[in-house]
């Protein structure tokens, strides 16, 4: 999608130029056509990234039962990036559950901008920092529930790792970006927030390299067969690399499993139960700089430098003398001894048995804010401290969560930008932003500006419209995309109108909450154009009367006057006979709309007028008739009755011009129809007059009448 | 990530959705048109509900017609005809298919056809195989058969000059797809002919003080303006201040910024952004997506290519998605 | 001072020097914090902004409705689907101790729709247990529930195809007996906008947008119908309810609703054209209720936030209880389409003292942005829900008029439970 960015070594640039461009991704569209197909390929892109391809057969004498073709539609980089969510139904509620954050975020971001405007000061970024937290924190719980690994009490002693929900590389990565860039009040805590995280998510480093998480699931699966723990290598090996990445609680329940421990045993193993339990003990209480503890977790909490110091020193010193402590001698258990005294060297920070007892440079890592440099802040030295562990344990590969530590490590938010983008997809770009321009100036600037060569657009909001077409493109989650499309000041509305205009007006449903959304954001064109699409839909296939109630809507009174005019001959043709009872309803729903109702106005009274002539025909006399010239009268003084109609009026009232009793109309009135008349005629003389289909002496034998019914008023009167 | 969605007959040559791609038009073989729809908006598995014949020749190219306009289909077919169809239903009769209007035929054959989309009125442009342009226009907006001649002209840029008995192969109009009555109509025209001053692609404006067309820009270099052209697509545009098209000739796939606003001369000032060769593959037909950053492309190599610009605005082939055998 | 309050504006613009919030909430309740405002007491604001003639409305909620909203709801629980939820209903009891609820959802991954009954579970957390699934050819449009007395409860359905089916949940494990239907193309061209069963489950009333107005004779083995009425697209049809064994309504474009009675065919018996509107645009009746004890009287839910009463001895002024443009006498819960409307038999119950034989019932409603909520005549609405997304429909149980069940936009069934 645009808005890639590749990761470059110069960071002044976006995009290093290189003069061979990438090579294209390659796709194969899969589809159950029988070859030989035709290298005619028919493409339609459909909403959003959506795209349909049609593939056609060859046309072929042979007789056999294959379809001529068939259409294909390939959504082209959306929910599916992450492999590991690839539930649709998960995706949408990520989807669905994002867009209340977001909006509140940019509600707060545009509040903050008013604020400072009008105070003509910088918004306070404190309180910046707490929203985009609030948003963060929102985000993650929809990424999925926080993982576990904390063995209790009561469940199986032999129960090492519980099993839960697997953890997302989405989540982690949303998380990673959470600890450095939202979460700005914990930043002296990063390393141990690390050491948490990766606690939570080392499981995800298993499918692609060594981890420690690996190295206990392999063990656990071995351990109900295993009788005497501790004349087992891989235990030690458990307790060493679980007590190198911190997770302590595991390193004791380890430790107590210790054969020194049964009852039986208690009594000639001694010395050798008091030192594995002198290490649990020292295990559980190393210092530990942070503010608090989950509970199950173990370690002593110390907030503050100076006093964790203190701890860590007298800890250490602790460490140190049992290490030098004469019991080892009197340990008979040699692996038991050994093993224990390695352990102490993890917490003493050897680098090389740290080394060994991890897996990858992420553990090693973690391994060397634990025991070694706990006081370690700062992007810089962090970021000099993960190269030392990458040189430690190199990788053939990096994982796509190491490679966006190192790009926060590295403060590169270009390589974060692609990392995020390649690794997780649209949705996580979009949404992470925000946290990266909270995070840092260079960041904001990097994000904010706008640039031609994405047609003056920022590079947040290329990565907002690549969401929106993500979303556009699925008929449950196109309603939410407008949110993300208002957010984008520049191109956001020009893709709100092509996507509210691609939607299927005729389906009521979708008109309905089409204008809906129209009209939140006052976009009065566009809904009037799907109305009256609709308008033009039903009316076409014999819903006559949503065909004008939609046209009357969407005030198209160019369509409605040609209605007016069909409805005319219709109404004409059927005013006689029984199914005139069926116009009643559409009359009735023209009748009061008369503002918007253009020509429809003139035929609520023509209705009148013929119902009035209908009851002169059934014998209903001299009151009906009276009635009717009225009718007569008022229609040819509208002006909105179109002249076409005059001459039919007429006609159609030759009965009541020539009503036998005496004159219906009296001077003045005949001669507003004569003047009508005579306007008529000149009319008719202009080439764009249209013709209608009545007998030639029409004209003439109306006037005859009119000039009739004039004598004889002049005379009555 | 795919999903299929409907299987055509046998016969099928062509293909066309609608507007909001819930209705499939393919053309057969043997001239017959078939409609394909889902029973509601949100399902994706399409099945055939009309089928009629248009035409004893094959059906080349199928049109949807504008929405406002109804449900309607231009039809070309290869004796040169286009027609178009509407599907209605006439006072308490079931909804069918029925011809509105023809154009063309075999002795004035017709090579493309497209639908502009001013919001006040459906012009319609027809490329003829002399090398003729004609616009229409509609009389009536609630009536498909009543077409008014509205321009007649030829594909160069200087008015004076005419060309007789041009044969022309092939032909590709595009519209400007923005619907709005604020900006004058616009489309751009290039043809395959054996008379180079036609072929390459011109921008043409509708002028409505004068009511007539004007060539406002010509999106070919100096050496190759009698280049063959394949096909035309004019992206979409949600708030560039240039206009991007996309033109596929027998050098292979370009990709055109126009400015939006015309030069004191009246001219649009064009520049070629891209280029990419495409060698031995004659590109069939180019699409945009709706937010005009992703152009799609499908050729006689049988394969999908999309191309997209990156944050440099360098363009360049970002997929290739080819039919598994 | 964080006031509630609901919002209305269209668009990012400066008023007195102030920058207005984008649009990106606007149609949903929230919490605005008013210390970003120039003004600190949002009702002068309200006030300026409508002088000044902008777009931007401020509806405050009464702090005391919202108090009042909260202490009425007492559980709420969202179950996301992974299914979009058409319809959705309170079945009548199977059996003594088991509660049900019928659903009708669309799987957008697989294009299957299909009608379910699950058990609604009401211990502490509440929860749905699907229990039995019929898949329907096509998305259901209406869906509504009857019993016969002594017998079996009965489920009708209508498709956006134009099928109709009756469906007989077995009572003992809930699963779907027997099914008896009506082809799509025979009752309605195209599909079938509405349908209502009477309360005995005998007679089943059909209308769509193609005009007609059918009437199916329910049997165990097989369906009668005939047609009512065929306006041949001259009126389309959007809702239907019974009124009594041979008197129905229906609801339609502009705000119309017809009185029907079979004894008497030929059309409707009695219309009524909403002309109170005047000025506002006009709308579509999306569903009606009629109340067994004031058959009299429908109210109707519509486009614009519209709710109505429209009483048959009095056929010319409708009841306004909630609607845009209509003077001082109603309040404006809403602006978008009202999707269902019923009477709260629960509001009622607890508080008949307060109302006169004269007035309009409590009525629940739920609506495009996202609000159910209680609309009394001359009070102040009770607001149960404000979701970020439409409220497509909901049901209220008979038995236990406490509990409300609605189905949300974003592919999720709520579960509220009133004190």
Redesign the interface.
Known sequence: ?????TPSGDSSS??P?SPE??T?????????LK?P?????????????????????P?TTSIDD???????????S?E?VDTEIN????W??IA?GS??PF??L??KK??????S??RHSAPYDGEWSKYVLEYSKEINSLLGSKKTSLPSLIEDPKTVLKNVEEPSSLKAGWELLEIFYANKQSHPWIPEQLVDWLSDYDALFSGQMPSVHLRLVEFQADLINIQAVENEPAYWQAISSALAVGWLDIVVKLLRLHGSYQLNQLGTRETENGLVEAVAVLVSKMPRMRANLPSGKLGECYNNKSDFMRAWEKWRAQITKLDCSAFWLQCSHNQTKESLKNLLQILLGNTGTLSSATCNWVELYMAHFLYIRPFTSGLESMYVLAQKCIQLKPASSLHKLMRLMLGILEENTEVVLAECSRSFGPWMIAHATELLTAGSVEAEILLKEE???????S?EE?HR??YA?VL?S???TW?IAP?YL??CV??G???LE??L??????????L??NI?IC????LDNVSS?AM??AG???????????GV?WL??ARDE??LN??AQ?LFDFVGKSISDE?F??????I??L???SRTAGGLEFLHKYRDFKRSLQQIRDGVLNDAARKAGDALILLMKNPSTPQRFWLPLLFDSLKLLNWQERPLLNVSQTNLLLNKLQELSVARLRPDFVEVGLPPQALSSVRLALATNLGRAILEE | ?????????????????N????R?A?G??DGTIVI?DTS???S?S?TSTFKFKVSDERVIKVVWAP?????AIACICSDGSLSIW?????D??N?QWKQCACFGGPMDEILDGQFGNS??TLKLTIAYSNGLVKVYEIL????LNNWQLQAEFQNVTDSVAKFGKASCSSASISWNPQ?SDDRPACFVLGFKSDTPQLNSPKVWEFDQDHQRWLPVAELAEPDDKGIHVYTLAWA???????ELIAVATSNGISIWQMASMPDPSGRLSVEKVAMFPCHDNEV??M?????G??L???????????W???????W?????????? | MVYVCKLRY???GLID???????????RV?RV?FR???TPDPRLYSFRCQKIKC?LEVHLLHPKTLTMAIETLKHLTIL?Q???IDALRFLPPLSALDRYIVSASFN??SDEASISIHSFNTTNSPSLTLQSSFPSSSRVTSLKVAQKSLQNPLIAASTITGSIHILFPNPIDASFQSEVSVPEKTLH?GSV?CLDLQENGSECVSVG???RVNLISVGDSALDYRRVF???????Y?AARWASPTEFATG???N?LQWWDLRRA??PVS?F?G?WAQGA??G?VHSIDIHPSRKHTCVAGG?FGSVFAWDLRRPQQPIVLSGIDNGETATCIS???VWEVQYDTFTSASDHTNLSSKGVLPVMICS??GILAVLKQAEEPAELLAE???INCFDIDRQNPSDVICSL???SIGLLTRA
């Open positions: 999608m645009p808005g890639i960015l976006i995009i130029y461009p990438n294209p991704t390659l796709y194969t569209l899969h589809h159950d070859p197909i035709t290298p005619r390929i028919s493409i339609s892109w459909s909403r959003g990234n959506s795209l349909r391809v049609t593939l056609f057969r046309l294959e379809p001529g073709g068939k259409v294909v539609d390939l959504k082209l959306g599916d539930d649709a139904a998960r949408r509620r669905y867009v209340s909006a509140h940019q509600n545009n509040a903050m901008a008013a604020l405007e009008l640039r031609d060569n994405l047609g003056g657009i590079i290329s419209l690549v077409q556009s699925h008929a449950l309603q949110i208002i957010s520049k191109h509305v020009g893709l092509i996507l205009y691609k939607q299927p007006a005729y389906h009521s449903q979708v309905l909450k809906e009209r939140m954001y006052d154009n009256k699409i033009v839909h039903h009316w076409k296939h014999g819903r006559k009367g949503a109630f009357q809507q160019i369509r040609r209605i069909k199914s009872e069926q116009w009643e309803g559409l009735e729903l009748g009061s709309e | 990530m795919e999903k299929s969605m409907a299987t055509l007959e046998k016969g099928t040559i062509c293909s066309s959705w507007y909001c791609s819930l499939l393919t057969l073989v394909f509601d908006p949100a994706s399409f929405p406002e306009y109804g449900d509407e599907e209605a239903a006439e308490s009769e909804v919001m006040s009536d907006s609630m009536e619907r979409p545009n949600i708030g560039r201040p240039y069939w037909q699409e945009w997506d709706m937010s950053m992703t799609a492309t499908s050729g006689t190599d049988g394969r999908v290519r999309l997209q610009s990156n944050l440099k605005g360098v360049h082939e970002q997929a290739v998605i080819e039919p598994a055998t | 269209s668009s990012v020097g102030f920058r207005l919030p984008s649009a990106l909430c606007a149609r929230f914090d970003y405002w120039v777009n996301p992974s299914t979009y957008s991954d061209l906008s947008e193609d005009g065929d306006s041949k697209g001259l009126v389309s959007t339609g474009l502009g119309a030929g059309g219309q054209k002309n645009t006009s579509i486009s602006e978008s389409d495009e942005d970020n997304c439409a936009e974003w592919e």
